[in-house]
């Protein structure tokens, strides 16, 4: 069929239009560009604030060894309570870094808490139009499911700016921040001097390997966004959850809230990480149920593979995992293998 000139006119707009930075994956999700050495990289602070100057300039140091510019969002130092500024100037900082085209990628400092709060503030199509890898962990889920449900292109959850970036965590964020590699996700052996291993050590709770986008963040932050615009579709999808300093009753009520919601059981396969701090009840007694037992009676009877404690969370070094970008879980095995690149 021979196209007409207005066709071809159409044709060469749409693809004019189409951020140059940005791919498709074949599943359908944008990725963003890939980071290149000399890139800048905006600075935010989307929950709450920093407490000393000398961590800022720490964060910037980091962002320079890595190759990269930083440059701060013009609200970054400021402070509103126990948040990194109003609810206002937090998404003003935000939405800046996504309409600077000198901005590659968008690094969250801190988690703590806050970033939900400006979710409705955020500038949603000018942040659509402009796809770049967001990375940050705990507190940024809110951001990251915000933006797979509003915006689809693929985020990363990692190491926040300011955590403490060990040999481990840089490799793995190069691996797939900067060379788009799709590797295979296996825990560390641990550094003990022990006849068996003891540290990193994953458990079985559904035998057998799933396929799906990967969604997910920390389960307190996650829990609070269900029956909001901002949490994304989980059909067919694997959850990856982590926590930190929660009781075991109160990771009992959360599983039970994404049941009852309807998000467990539409997921193809779970992982769960870290739960530091997590043992224990209030009263520091044993409280009834360890959260394995909890993983177990909620994520066991859904009949889809899922394990737990992958190398994810509140730890000091961790996997970089690209949020909305397609893998395969071996429950039984304790991996998670990306297939296909998380940038483009």
């Known amino acids: 069929m021979q196209l007409s000139r207005r066709d071809v006119m159409a044709t060469l707009a749409l693809a004019a239009s189409a951020p140059l930075h940005a791919a498709m994956s074949a599943s359908g999700v944008i990725k963003p560009r890939r980071l290149r050495p000399g890139d800048t990289i905006g ?101 990251h499911m915000a933006i797979a449900a509003k915006a689809g292109f693929v985020t990363l959850h990692g190491p926040n700016a300011g955590s403490a970036w060990g040999k481990a965590s840089v490799e793995h964020f190069r691996a797939i921040a900067f060379d788009g590699t799709a590797p295979l996700l296996v825990n560390p052996t641990g550094a003990e001097d022990r006849l068996v291993q003891r540290q990193w050590r994953t458990q079985t709770i559904g035998s057998g390997r799933a396929r799906g986008r ?73 409280g009834g149920f360890t959260v394995t037992d909890l993983l177990k009676h909620h994520l066991g009877r859904l009949g889809v593979p899922a394990y737990q404690g992958a190398w994810f969370g509140h730890i000091t070094d961790q996997f970089t995992l690209p949020v909305g970008g397609m893998a395969e879980i071996d429950a039984d095995a304790g991996t998670i293998r990306l297939l296909e690149p998380a940038v483009g």
């Open 43 to 143: 600075l935010i602070e989307p929950a709450s604030a920093t407490d000393e100057a000398m961590q800022l300039t720490m964060v910037e140091e980091m962002v320079t060894a890595m190759g990269l510019k930083p440059k701060r969002a013009p609200n970054l130092a400021s402070r509103h309570g126990y948040l990194g500024g109003t609810d206002e100037s937090r998404a003003a900082d935000v939405n800046a870094m996504f309409r600077d085209p000198e901005v590659k990628a968008v690094f969250a400092v801190r988690g703590g808490w806050g970033s939900a709060r400006m979710l409705p503030l955020l500038d949603w199509p000018m942040i659509k139009a402009n796809p770049k890898l967001v990375l940050g962990f705990s507190d940024i889920t809110a951001l």
């Open 214 to 286: 990967l969604l997910g963040g920390n389960l307190t932050v996650l829990t609070s966004l269900a029956g909001t615009e901002y949490l994304p579709d989980f059909s067919g999808s694997i959850l990856f959850l982590e926590d930190v300093d929660e009781a075991e009753y109160r990771i009992d009520r959360m599983l039970t809230q994404l049941g009852h919601a309807g998000v467990l059981g539409k997921v193809a396969g779970v992982v769960f990480g870290q739960c530091t701090n997590c043992t224990g009840s209030t009263s520091g007694r044993y």
